[in-house]
Each structure stands twice: as structure tokens, then as C-alpha cells.
């Protein structure tokens, strides 16, 4: 069964405002989890490794200011986009890693429409 | 440099026929796993199969066998007896190094099933 939960599937909001999605995985601690970002018709691309009880890490060209990243427990990491515009209407997907040898777990995404 | 590449963007494949889709890669770290997802419409990543750099023999899960061969980098997918549920984006993956590291994903390819 899902082991990571993604939360809402999909927003529409304004361009301006602020959303934020939730990942937690449900039945194992996850220090680290991944947050990537997939536009139509491309791969999944990283964003930021998020880091339990310490700053993410973000990739090259990704705003740390405008993807805000909390990962305050061992099952939950938050993706905030703060002062959302069209350009960054994706398809935003997060995973989280059992252990060693095993498969990033993936959420179901959200798909995330700025007006 | 891409660390994963798939070269076909797009494959058919007739209904019970098998099929192969490729996948090569770039890496100089000694330890790493070769993963493949499936991608359908509705946008969960879907894991088919794993395969460690140490495996010494290439991984099985049902319809699904990966065809590694280390010293050419490739990691092929092979399913066989393909069914028109397979019909989706499949992605050829590599986390180098620990477990903590993130996936990097290839471009994918489409596969349509044809009845």
C-alpha cells in the first residue's frame, strides 16, 4: 500500500498567495525526504533534499525564499510556495526513502494551477 | 552531462509482445542502484524494479526484467507480454552512493500498448 502521503492532489489559488503541501510518510521515519517538480511532458526534476531538524538543500536555480521547506518531524515535510504566480503552476511530487537499497517512496503528487 | 539518458521518447508495442526500453547512464561512483517507475496519466510514480551496482544478476519482478550490463552503463527495461495497462511513461532513475542521495530521473519514454 502507499507508505508516502501527499496532501491536497490538487489547488487552484491567485496569483500572490501562498500555498502549502504536505508530505508524510505514514508507516517509517524519514530523515530525509526529496521534493521534485515536474512540468508537462518532462521529467521529474529536484528541488530541494529536505533534512529533519535542519535547513533543505536546494538545487541550483530553485528560490529558497519562494519554496519554503519544513521538515519539523520524522514523517512530515512541507512544501510552501510562497507569492505563487502562473509560471509556477507544476505538477509537485515528494518522496521519502525507507532505508538502504530500497525505492524512493513517492506521494501522489499535487498538482498545483496558479490563476 | 546527463547522468541518465533515454533515448526513445516515444515506443509501440503490441498487445502480449515484449518490449524493451533503454536506458543508460554516467556515473564514477562505485555503489549505486538503477531504478525504473512507471508513470501512468494520473501522475503517481509507480516503482517496477531495482538493481544494485554489486547485483551480480539482473533483477526480476514478474513481467519485468532489467537487462544490466555494467561495463556498457545500461539498464534496460524489458517487459514482456505487454498489456494495454502498461500503456504510460516509464522512467529510468540512479541514486548514486548512500541511501540519503535522491533519485535523478532520465527524460522517460512513452509507451503505448496497441491492441
Known amino acids: 500500500g502507499a507508505v508516502v502521503s501527499q496532501h491536497p492532489s490538487w489547488v487552484i489559488c491567485k496569483s500572490g498567495t501562498s500555498v502549502k503541501i504536505e508530505c508524510r510518510s505514514l508507516?517509517?521515519?524519514?530523515?530525509?525526504m526529496f521534493w521534485y517538480r515536474q512540468f508537462p511532458k518532462q521529467s521529474l526534476m529536484l528541488m530541494a533534499t529536505?533534512?529533519?531538524?535542519?535547513?533543505?538543500?536546494?538545487e541550483q536555480g530553485v528560490e529558497k525564499d519562494k519554496f519554503l521547506i519544513n521538515h519539523a518531524s520524522l514523517t512530515l515535510s512541507t512544501l510552501t510556495v510562497t507569492s505563487a504566480h502562473p509560471e509556477d503552476s507544476s505538477f509537485y511530487i515528494c518522496?521519502?526513502?525507507?532505508?538502504?537499497?530500497?525505492?524512493?517512496?513517492f506521494g501522489n503528487g499535487t498538482r498545483l494551477t496558479v490563476t | 552531462a546527463q547522468k541518465i539518458t533515454q533515448t526513445q521518447p516515444g515506443m509501440f508495442v503490441q498487445e502480449k509482445e515484449a518490449v524493451t526500453l533503454d536506458c543508460t547512464y554516467d556515473?564514477?561512483?562505485?555503489?549505486?542502484?538503477l531504478f525504473w517507475y512507471k508513470q501512468p496519466s494520473s501522475g503517481e510514480m509507480i516503482f517496477l524494479i531495482y538493481?544494485?551496482?554489486?547485483?551480480?544478476q539482473n533483477a526480476t519482478e514478474g513481467r519485468y526484467s532489467l537487462n544490466f550490463q555494467k561495463a556498457r552503463k545500461s539498464a534496460n527495461l524489458v517487459i514482456s507480454a505487454s498489456q494495454l495497462g502498461d500503456s504510460a511513461m516509464y522512467f529510468c532513475?540512479?541514486?548514486?552512493?548512500?541511501?540519503?542521495?535522491?533519485?535523478?530521473f532520465g527524460k522517460g519514454t512513452r509507451l503505448s500498448v496497441i491492441a
Open positions: 508507516d517509517f521515519q524519514a530523515t530525509t
Open positions: 556515473t564514477s561512483d562505485p555503489s549505486y542502484g
Open positions: 532513475a540512479m541514486r548514486e552512493g548512500h541511501s540519503d542521495t535522491p533519485l535523478v
Open positions: 538493481q544494485g551496482s554489486y547485483d551480480q
Open positions: 529536505s533534512n529533519e531538524g535542519s535547513k533543505a538543500t536546494y
Open positions: 518522496s521519502a526513502n525507507q532505508g538502504s537499497n530500497s525505492p524512493l517512496h
